[in-house]
């Protein structure tokens, strides 16, 4: 069983990435396979719309960048937690990048997996960014991992967030029923439970 964590900051090693380490430490202790992805600091494309990937059979067009890695790595994850810095009250603009062509392309990689957002910042604009990641997961049936309190660090540089104490305890407390929810599926399946099969062919604009 393993878990691809996302990092989403230009920092290989910077707040975001201690706040994962935290939640792979805590997913291999139990068992699991845990692997930090880290997105890169070089310039990446946004999705430019084109429909390629409808013809692609799950990857998109641009195979310059990190994009069709990650829909490669998530097929073969059964759980997911993506890392953001805050930049603006929001998350990164690479990791939005990624993830719009990721999902728009590799959809199929996540439904019915599990997934949680976590969010660094010095100060202000977590809730809005976990909102922006979250909606990723509500759009593809995947199920979202909680913890003990919105799932958030804080600091400017990773000491800051090593002294963040409440930070790092719902970082474990996220990997934890992480982990759980992870056996409950693998469990369900084991005694024959199926994932539910969605209804599609309405795709309407408002009403119409
Ligand atoms: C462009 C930019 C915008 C930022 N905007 C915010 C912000 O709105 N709120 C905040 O608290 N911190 C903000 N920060 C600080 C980072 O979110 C914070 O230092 C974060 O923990 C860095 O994580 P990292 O080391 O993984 O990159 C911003 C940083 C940058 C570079």
């Known amino acids: 069983m393993k878990v691809l ?4 900051s230009s920092h290989l090693h910077g707040c975001t990435d201690t706040a994962l380490r935290e939640i792979a430490a805590v997913l291999e202790a139990a068992g699991i396979e845990a692997e930090i992805l880290f997105l890169g600091n ?4 946004d999705c430019t719309a084109c429909g390629a990937c409808k013809t692609l059979s799950g990857r998109c ?36 990048s990624i993830l719009d062509r990721v ?3 590799g959809k199929h990689a996540f439904a019915h997996k599990p ?20 909606k990723y997961f509500t759009i ?3 199920p979202v991992v909680s913890s003990t309190y919105w799932t958030m660090v804080h600091g400017k540089q990773p000491e800051d967030v090593l002294k963040d104490e409440e930070g790092l305890q719902t970082m474990r407390n996220l990997a934890s029923n992480m982990a759980w929810m992870l ?3 693998e469990a369900g399946k084991a005694a024959g439970i199926q994932p539910p099969q969605a209804e599609s062919g309405a795709r309407t604009n408002f009403i119409r």
């Open 183 to 185: 056996r409950c599926i």
């Open 140 to 142: 593809s049936q995947m």
């Open 103 to 105: 999902f728009y392309a």
């Open 61 to 96: 067009v641009f195979d310059d960048d990190i994009v069709n890695q990650v829909i490669a790595k998530a097929e073969a994850a059964d759980g997911f937690v993506f890392g953001s810095p805050v930049y603006y009250a929001h998350p990164s603009g690479r990791i939005l």
């Open 42 to 45: 070089e310039p990446v494309r």
């Open 115 to 134: 997934a949680a957002a976590i969010a660094s910042a010095r100060r202000a604009g977590t809730t809005a960014t976990l909102d922006v990641l979250q």
């Open 5 to 8: 964590l996302l990092n989403g």
